[in-house]
């Protein structure tokens, strides 16, 4: 993850300030997923239970988490092809970490424990032949993440809400011979509120910001995937 300031690093060896450790972790996780044709050919309902968890090393043990989450898409292609596609979601995550642990008697351990509610709206559109076709997408996310810890001494997660929006534009330009171009602008903003004033120390994690940015891919489709990418691709994490 990054360098981490290791609470119980500093208990076991009794030393001030806390030194910083690599934050490492283990994920697994499940799903299971429902789809159903409402209008065939034109719109489509898709349904997405799961669980994601993580296991840290030692070092960060108030971090492992478990995280049920639950995911509702609608899709529709107004012209019952692929020209045009729109496409609206929600999604509900709700992580439950380990939060401050017994072990670490001095500090106060981080507790991540949050529930985001995020919305998703992404439109895609296709025109020209095939091995010159040309797309063009856009999409915005809104994320809501109210942290849900009750330990009224962890000052930087009890009663914190993070507000989250990501936009993304996307091209994709065939080339020929299966040559294309792609590229990706997205920004990224974040707000977050306190209840109460934090003084100077700083959190482990990032709070508010801007984040602008930009990439540009030039690469060859072997058509196993049928060349549906729409430009570059970004992740977001569940932290």
Same mark, same amino acid.
């Given at each position: ?9 500093? $208990?076991?060896?009794?030393?001030? +300030?806390? +030194?910083?450790?690599?934050?490492? *972790? ?22 997405? *239970? ?5 296991? *840290? ?6 971090? $492992? ?36 642990? +017994? ?54 997660? %009890? $009663? ?42 700083? +959190?482990?994690?990032?709070?508010? %910001? ?7 891919? %030039?690469? *060859? ?19």
């Amino acid at each position: 993850l990054r360098n981490l300031r290791s609470d119980r690093t500093a $208990d076991d060896l009794g030393v001030l +300030p806390p +030194p910083r450790r690599e934050a490492t *972790y283990r994920r697994h996780g499940s799903f299971v997923r429902l789809g159903q044709e409402l209008m065939p050919g034109s719109l489509n309902l898709q349904a997405t *239970y799961g669980r994601e968890g993580r296991n *840290y090393n030692r070092c960060f043990d108030e971090r $492992d988490s478990e995280m049920p989450f639950g995911e509702i898409e609608v899709g529709w292609q107004p012209w019952g092809e692929q020209r045009l596609r729109i496409r609206v979601s929600f999604r509900r995550e709700d992580l439950h970490a380990g939060g401050n642990l +017994p072990g670490t008697i001095f500090f106060t351990e981080d507790d991540i424990s949050s529930r985001r509610d995020i919305w998703g709206l992404d439109a895609r559109f296709r025109w020209g032949r095939k091995g010159r076709r040309k797309t063009i997408s856009a999409g915005y996310e809104k994320e809501r993440r109210n942290y849900s810890t009750g330990n009224v001494n962890d000052i930087f997660h %009890f $009663d914190r809400e993070d507000r989250r929006s990501i936009t993304t534009l996307g091209l994709r330009l065939e080339l020929t011979d299966g040559w294309f171009l792609a590229a990706l602008g997205q920004r990224e903003s974040n707000r977050t509120r306190f209840p109460f004033a934090t003084g100077s120390t700083l +959190p482990e994690e990032a709070t508010s %910001f801007d984040e602008n940015l930009y990439q540009v891919g %030039f690469g *060859y489709d072997f058509g196993i995937a049928g060349g549906r990418g729409s430009g570059p691709a970004s992740g977001r994490s569940s932290e």
